[in-house]
Structures are given as C-alpha cells and as structure tokens.
Nanobody, 126 residues
C-alpha cells in the first residue's frame, strides 16, 4: 500500500515557475513507476509526465515538453514536477499516481496506475 501526498501548488503569473512534490509512504518506493496528471474544470483528466522507477527515463505530453521536468529522489520517497514558463492553460488540479513496476516501464494512461494523491491546485494568471 502506498499513500501519495502532493504539495507545491499555488497561484503564479504567466511565465512563472512552480515545483510540485509527491511524497510517498512505504519503503519500496523505488519499485514504483510514477506519473503526473492534471484536470482542468470541465475537462477530462490529462496525462502530463511520467518517470520510471529508477528515474532513468521520463516522458512528457507534447504541450509541456521543454517547460516541465519530472524527477525523483528515491531516498526521500519523493517525485517532483518542476514547471517553468507556466501558461494560463496549465491551470488545473495536478495529481500524482504510482504503480508497482518490474519492467522499468513508462505508463501514460490513468487506468494503469493503482495509487493516487489528493491533488494540488495550480492556477496561472495571465
């Protein structure tokens, strides 16, 4: 069982930066692949970024490539999402998700993940 807690959201002006954190409980966090998703009001949940259990590979949705960076510190049981050059269209509730993984794979679909955090609001003003 893994519990995930996101933090770091807030209100920022367009062009600004935020760093989201996803802290996980448990002692085997390096066995879990992690992804970040977001959901804007009235829209479906959207994949944002994913990272393998070791942190060796990452993957991003096209709309955030070059602006967002996902990383992890397995010693701290934490995954990060550094968001730079934020745009109003990045406004959403951001969720981290995790799943056990033995293949070092990347997962981009919400239904591939087992555990979810409660979300953190990111609001980008124009």
């Amino acid at each position: 069982q893994v519990q995930l807690v996101e933090s770091g959201g807030g209100l920022v002006q367009a062009g600004g930066s935020l760093r989201l954190s996803c802290a996980a409980s448990g002692r085997t966090f390096n066995s879990y692949a992690v992804g970040w998703f977001r959901q804007a009001p009235g829209k479906e949940r959207e994949f944002v970024a994913a990272i393998t259990r070791s942190g060796g590979r990452t993957y991003y949705v096209d709309s955030v490539k070059g602006r967002f960076t996902i990383s992890r510190d397995n010693a701290k049981n934490t995954v990060y999402l550094q968001m730079n050059s934020l745009k109003p269209e990045d406004t959403a509730v951001y969720y981290c998700a995790a799943r056990m993984d033995s293949r070092g794979a990347i997962y981009t679909r919400g239904d591939e993940y087992t555990y979810w955090g409660q979300g953190t609001q990111v609001t980008v003003s124009s």
